[in-house]
């Protein structure tokens, strides 16, 4: 019996083995098949792959893009090089053509009407007498530059010839770019007068004589709502517009808006001016007639540009803006400056000025342009 035992003991013991053996097998193929959840990763996969193809073409396409904005610009960039060579060039023709002409002596109203250029800029005054951080001059302070890669500050790029021109500050980035008078703004030229002295005067091209008789018949219209859209359009730099919505402006309890639109109204002339209108200005020689119905605006832009600085507290500025004014046109006095001159020299407490106008208007000169000895002392 127990032999029997033993045998089925062993049978049994060997069917078990056996069973083991085929499980380990079967468990073998199972691992070498590979799992759904594995499966599901390949998958993903292969869609990053895709979605990673996708990412790649997009930037691709947004690195043309830029590529392109890139052209565009350094495009309209040379266009307004050529234009601004295109107006250097015509102000050496017309520098040439008038040097030619025959010197006049020295009138006795050119030495005290020099006007000292720095002080025609109100942000300067201000900072002088209210400190560089009060009534908004830290704005004008330059930005901090960038600095390089390698360290340092970047070089600042070279100022434009608007940059170069401007006479009464800062051009402020958000306004729109004055045109040359190539580009269909407005022009200056410089010929001989009828007492043998130089005189300057502005013309105007002939898109902007189409956008003078646009603002004609809006003024016909009497309607501020379409002046400024006007002003907001086409007209974004027609002198005679900003100036006449800058006083509307002043005529509803808005001067900063006001002094803005006149400022601008400034830059369209300056961008205009020829290079010798600067020096010519310093000593007293620029000389500009009203009867030219171009030099008008920049007349009453002048005018109202000093009555604005007065009321900022500005009064030098004013002082130099009308000294100016009656340099262009010191016999005639077409905006009556002589009656305002000494309001704005004793707010600004300059004795020395107001003491040189006052000899200078109650002299024979200020009417008589053939007057050539000083003032009596």
Known sequence: MSRQLRRVVQRRLE????????????????????????????????????????????????????????????????????????????EKLAAGG???????????????????????????????????????????????????????????????????RLLFGAYSEEWPRPPSFVGG????????????????????????KALNESYQGILQSHDPNSLALFVGTSGSTHAQALLQLGMICAHTAQPEKAAEFVRRALAVFEAAQLEAFRPAMSQGLARMPYDEEANRPFFNALFRHAQLTH??????????VTKLLLQLDPHSDPTCSWLTYDVYALAARDKQGLQALTRLHHSPARLDPSVSEPPPQ
């Open 15 to 90: 069917d078990d083995l056996g069973g083991d053996e085929e499980e380990s097998e079967d468990l073998s193929e199972v691992e070498k098949a590979p799992a759904p959840t594995f499966l599901g990763l390949q998958d993903s996969s292969d869609e990053s792959s895709e979605t990673s193809e996708e990412i790649d073409t997009s930037q691709l396409e947004q690195v043309l893009q830029r590529a392109r904005d890139a052209e565009q610009k350094e495009a309209q960039k040379e266009e307004e090089e050529e234009e601004e060579e295109l107006d250097v060039l015509l």
């Open 98 to 164: 008038a040097s030619g002409s025959t010197s006049a002596p020295r009138s006795a109203v050119d030495g005290p009407l020099a006007v000292e250029v720095p002080k025609l800029n109100s942000a300067l005054e201000m900072r002088q007498r209210f400190g560089a951080r009060s009534l908004q001059a830290a704005e004008e302070d330059p930005a901090p530059q960038p600095r390089r890669r390698w360290g340092g500050a970047a070089r600042r790029p070279a100022p434009t010839l608007l940059q170069r």
């Open 185 to 208: 703004g407005i022009g200056m030229e410089r010929r001989e007068g009828e007492d043998g002295r130089d005189e300057f005067t502005f013309k105007y091209s002939d898109a902007y």
């Open 311 to 320: 009321m900022a507290a500005c009064s030098g500025t004013a002082l130099e």
